[in-house]
């Protein structure tokens, strides 16, 4: 029987053997029965938490659980992570620079990889599943829904950058690899509106978040496919972001390259 | 004392991610298999075998954090997993490929924690620490931190650690792995001082053989999970090669051609050849040589014990296929 | 040299031997302390401030006032803080420790296995940083709900924070012990179950619906680490004894239960070992 096949192509090799090694033993899927119990209890949380507060704020509850609901069918793609922090734990980037293809494509080839397992296994049944649980899936407008694309694009590309100059700071900081990671996470995690609307923070400071590059990761695709924010002003700030981080990123990376290279190695 | 593992077989292909999920493929690996074995007080054995023979396996097993799937093991009068807490306080153990230094406190700080960990009366503890830091050479490096030491600084602060609490059985799994020369000699010499000064029991995996004829009395030869040989390494070589080589210096470049005898290599006037003692005599091949050309300079010796070994393994290797296959 | 017997002495031992360690490590240099802390302040901090912001934005969240919410959010950093404290070291993350294949470091040890794992993790240094936030938040809330705790008060805040903190262990490893049997695909679960439990503690579950709040409190026992003991120790409605009595029995069931799967899992690592050895985080 004939059975297609991927081009032979170092990238999409790459990224099929990093999907290959998330299925190795159906333990894999356990995660996905955390995140499905999670993304239940916020949305049953929210219907709790701003049942009679919704005309407050500027997203209805029909659109802060379609906002909820979609951040977890997209979390990878919102929360961009690679193997970088590992190689640096292991010791073993060196060996990325052996390989005949640029480090940030192959990074991008690995961590796109699982994201396919993830996308068949988790998130389109969560979007199938959106009518059962009570959640409209779908973006306010077809236009919108465009935009959230080419917003998630960027959204990954900003992710990205920040991931290179995190293993910079990593590196020039001296300090253990977790550590940093952790504070970038939390970090990430009250600023990127990911958990919780941008809009919903007082004091203003839901306004002074969203100009951060955190916000561009998360909050700018989802309050396009929200209608909670301006689309053009959002996009607006992700390629700014983006023209300023990239070129820091490889800034920082040709200026310590030595060092970053042979860290922990 | 049998073992068995179950490995997963997995295609390499995308396409079968679904198939190695839902049916995957099982691969019943016989690591050990009817292996009987006894090591007297005192005995350095060596332990060694092909990669996969079981070597590892059996040096957990004996360590406590493996139990056999059959059969019984029994070691200092304890069972190693029935009895792990009383049994790890007797015997040392040194995995090559894994330290049990904290990483990030010096050797100091980790020999401290061992005192406290292990109980170690602190007069014991001070006798033996003086002795593996004189013999071990730990002076320089007793504060360093872990992660800046060296892997042969590393293996010699793990060998110490090992040993501080004065153990009657040391298991050693690949002790010199990545080790040059010097820091390898160091460690045996080490370890032979401390079996015939104390008594210490010690059982060792390693590849190098000629490491292991200089360390051990006795070998067990692993192949395929069950024990192929037993015994000391002359017996090992009488039974497995009869070869001896012989270095000829002469004056010309062309080496001579001598019946009973096959070159193995020539160079600038120096050939040497191997041959079967018990089928030629050497005079007779010194005769011959001597015929054609001028000879300077005549060494004889064993075929290293390496060599001997390699050509086992290779003829297992083309005899037996290996472990089954189950699905 | 060690007995089979182990004795409360011991563990003080071992506990004082680990706690030096720590110090040791934190002392290491003025730029590894600061990191640490602020790490573990950005971090507690964090998990905190969406509920805190969202009770600042509406002045309460359902039932709960402001204060209310301020107390609870300071009770779960304080059990946040006892967790980092007794079980750092990857000993609340324990998929890893099995993942990883570590496991054997800890059973070459002359002591008992569970000797090893309530006192490797001891980080009273390294881990405390959420004290001084925890501490003000429940005080601040106290004093702003008037609040005069009797003797019988404080016996119960404390076997409830022990209560929480027992869960989040009994958790992790429950859910750690999956790496037993899958040690590669498991290894991060309990980096994914510690932060679903972090991302939904803070939250008043008043109001949720049967089966969303049954789960958060058994199979994702996020509301019996915070919310509920707060629940009852702030009298947010009215409460029986046996109410009172429910999370303490709640933590001995979860323990009972993360107990058997462990020894479960141990039982089998003990038939098949582990064939896998990563040394990254480990002792570091």
């Keep these: 029987m004939l059975r297609p096949r991927l081009p032979d192509n170092a990238y999409l090799k790459t990224a099929s053997m990093a999907a290959a090694a998330t299925t190795d033993h159906p333990g894999f899927l356990l995660t996905y029965a955390l995140r499905l119990l999670r993304v239940l209890v916020l949305l049953a949380l929210w219907r709790y938490v701003l049942v009679d507060r919704v005309n407050s704020g500027p997203l209805s509850l029909a659109g802060v659980l379609t906002y909820t609901l979609i951040a977890e069918v997209f979390a990878e793609q919102l929360n961009v992570r690679t193997s970088l922090n590992l190689a640096f734990w292991e010791g073993t980037l060196v060996i990325r620079f052996l390989r005949p293809m640029g480090l940030v494509r192959q990074l991008s080839a690995e961590m796109v990889g699982p994201w396919c397992i993830d996308f068949v296994l988790f998130s389109l049944p969560l979007l199938a599943m959106a009518p059962l649980l009570g959640v409209d899936p779908r973006p306010v407008s077809p236009g919108l829904g465009a935009l959230f694309v080419v917003s998630l694009a960027l959204a990954i590309l900003v992710g990205l950058a920040m991931e290179l100059i995190t293993g910079a700071v990593i590196v020039g900081l001296d300090q253990p690899v977790w550590l940093i990671e952790w504070i970038r996470t939390a970090i990430a995690l009250l600023l990127s509106g990911a958990l919780l609307p941008l809009a919903y923070y007082p004091w203003g400071l839901g306004e002074l978040f969203a100009w951060l590059p955190f916000a561009a990761m998360a909050w700018a695709p989802l309050a396009i496919y929200t209608a909670a924010g301006n689309p053009l002003t959002l996009l607006a700030s992700q390629l700014v972001w983006l023209a300023v981080l990239w070129p820091f990123g490889v800034w920082l990376w040709d200026a310590n390259r030595e060092k970053l290279v042979s860290h922990g190695g | ?327 | 040299m060690a007995s089979s017997t182990f004795t409360p002495t011991q563990l003080g031992r071992l506990w004082r031997l680990y706690a030096g360690m720590d110090l040791l490590y934190i002392a290491r240099g003025p730029g590894v302390a600061f990191t640490y802390y602020l790490a573990e302040l950005v971090i507690g901090a964090a998990a905190a401030t969406a509920t805190f912001l969202l009770a600042a934005r509406f002045d309460g969240i359902g039932a709960w006032s402001r204060p209310q919410i301020l107390f609870l959010l300071g009770y779960a950093m304080l059990v946040r803080m006892l967790v980092t404290v007794f079980f750092s070291y990857n000993l609340a993350h324990i998929s890893r420790r099995i993942g990883r294949g570590q496991l054997d470091h800890l059973l070459i040890q002359p002591q008992p296995l569970w000797a090893a794992l309530v006192t490797e993790g001891f980080a009273p240094v390294s881990g405390s940083s959420m004290l001084a936030p925890a501490a003000f938040l429940l005080i601040w809330s106290g004093q702003q709900l008037d609040m005069t705790p009797s003797a019988a008060w404080w016996a119960l805040f404390v076997v409830d924070v022990l209560a929480s903190v027992v869960i989040v262990q009994s958790f992790e490893y429950a859910w750690g012990s999956v790496a037993f049997w899958a040690p590669r695909a498991a290894e991060e679960i309990n980096s994914h179950s510690w932060d679903m439990l972090q991302t939904l503690i803070p939250f008043p579950l008043d109001g949720l619906s049967g089966l969303a709040l049954t789960s958060l409190l058994t199979i994702v026992p996020a509301g019996l680490i915070a919310w509920y003991p707060t629940r009852v120790l702030l009298g947010v409605a009215p409460v029986s004894w046996v109410e009172a009595a429910a999370l303490p029995a709640a933590a001995l069931l979860f323990a009972t239960f993360a107990a058997w799967t462990f020894t479960r899992g141990l039982r089998h690592y003990g038939r098949t070992g582990s064939s896998r050895y990563l040394e990254y985080g480990h002792r570091r």
Excluded at chain 2, 173 to 184: F, H, K, M, S
Excluded at chain 2, 201 to 210: E, G, K, L, Q, R
Excluded at chain 2, 242 to 264: N, Y
């Design chain 2, 1 to 327: 004392m049998r073992k068995t593992y179950r490995q997963r077989v997995r295609s390499a292909d995308l396409r079968d991610v679904l198939r190695n999920l839902l049916h995957p493929e099982i691969r019943v690996v016989q690591a050990l298999h009817g292996i009987d074995l006894t090591v007297r007080r005192g005995e350095i054995v060596a332990y060694a075998g092909p990669n996969g023979a079981g070597k590892s396996t059996t040096i957990k097993l004996l360590s406590g954090l493996l139990a056999p799937d059959s059969g019984s093991v029994r070691s200092l009068g304890l069972d190693p997993v029935r009895d792990r807490v009383r049994y790890v306080g007797r015997v040392g153990v040194v995995f090559g490929q894994r330290t049990e230094l904290w990483w990030d406190h010096p050797i100091a700080a980790t020999f401290e924690w061992k005192r406290v960990v292990w109980n170690i009366p602190q007069p014991r503890y001070d006798r033996m620490l003086g002795l593996v830091r004189e013999l071990l050479g730990l002076d320089d490096i007793y504060r360093t931190l872990a992660r800046e030491l060296s892997l042969g600084q590393r293996m010699r602060a793990d060998l110490a650690l090992a040993l501080l609490h004065e153990p009657e059985l040391l298991l050693l799994d690949e002790p010199t792995l990545g080790l040059d020369v010097l820091a390898r000699r160091r460690i045996l010499s080490f370890i032979k001082d401390l079996n015939r000064e104390r008594g210490l029991s010690v059982i060792v995996t390693s590849h190098d053989m000629a490491e292991l004829e200089q360390l051990a009395g006795r070998i067990v030869l692993l192949h395929e999970g069950q024990i192929a040989f037993d015994g000391v390494f002359a017996d090992l070589r009488r039974l497995l090669s009869k070869h001896r080589v012989l270095t000829l210096e002469t004056t010309s470049e062309a080496p001579p051609r001598l019946m009973g005898a096959e070159l193995l290599r020539t160079d600038a006037g120096r050939h040497e050849f191997t041959f079967d003692a018990a089928a030629v005599k050497l005079s007779d091949l010194l005769e011959q040589a001597s015929a054609q050309t001028e000879v300077l300079d005549v060494e004889t010796h064993r075929a290293p014990i390496d060599e001997v070994v390699a050509d086992l393994y290779e003829h297992w290797l083309t005899r037996s296929p290996g472990a089954q296959t189950d699905q």
